[in-house]
């Protein structure tokens, strides 16, 4: 099985802020990573999906990058309404998830 | 729009039986895979089964393998969850979620909770 990290497990930020997400796998899974966030209450959202393609109707403040085994989300400026987990998981096989980053704001 | 709403959950004993449902509206429910998938506070996010479009190709958690069995009808546009044997450690929001290409999970229901205690 392919296990999921993510770091940092929670961080805090302003509003305006650039804020970085890790998701690392514990081998390769090319481009097969996909981020959801998860608000309050709420079902887990598909935001970027093959690593770095923006789901239809995601704010473009979003990108995601890598492969390999290294990946990141990226909030290019952090709103009010981003105050979420941050989870990834990758779809090259048996699908598995990383433990979440909670963002504050 | 596309609509997922699951139904079912319910507090269930050790070792009992429960039935859940997933009611699919606003897409062509008979085109695309279906999932289940679980979430706990300790464990997190975990992928329960999937079921192809036809009913065929079907695959489970090593977890769950054995105790539940997914279920589709594409005529009333409705997946399915039986949950044998259930354990302690079954107890999550059970969520019913849309397959958009290889584990790519574009749409998911509201969830339902089960709760497995004596």
């Known amino acids: 099985d392919i296990q999921m990290t993510q770091s940092p497990s929670s961080l805090s930020a302003s509003v305006g802020d650039r804020v970085t997400i890790t998701c690392r796998a514990s081998q390769s899974i090319s481009n097969y990573l996909n981020w959801y966030q998860q608000k309050p209450g709420k079902a887990p959202k598909l935001l970027i999906y093959?690593?770095?393609s923006l789901q239809g109707g995601v704010p473009s403040r979003f990108s995601g990058s890598g492969s390999g085994t290294d990946f990141t989300l990226t909030i290019s400026s952090l709103q009010p309404e981003d105050l979420a987990f941050y989870y990834c998981q990758q779809s090259y096989t048996t699908p598995s998830f990383g433990p979440g980053t909670k963002v504050h704001i | 729009e596309v609509q997922l709403v699951e139904s079912g959950g319910n507090l269930v004993q050790p070792g009992g039986s429960l039935r859940l449902s997933c009611a699919a509206s606003?897409?062509?429910?008979?085109?695309?895979?279906m999932n289940w998938v679980r979430q706990t506070p300790g464990r997190g996010l975990e992928w329960v089964s999937y079921i192809s479009s036809s009913g065929t190709p079907i695959y489970y958690a090593d977890s769950v393998k054995g105790r539940f069995t997914i279920s589709r009808d594409n005529a009333k546009n409705s997946l399915y969850l039986q949950m044998n044997s259930l354990r302690v450690e079954d107890t999550a929001v059970y969520y019913c979620?849309?397959?958009?290409?290889?584990?790519?999970?574009?749409?998911w229901g509201q969830g339902t909770l089960v709760t497995v205690s004596s």
């Open positions: 979620v849309r397959d958009n290409r290889q584990w790519r999970w574009d749409y």
């Open positions: 093959d690593a770095s």
């Open positions: 606003g897409f062509t429910f008979s085109s695309y895979e």
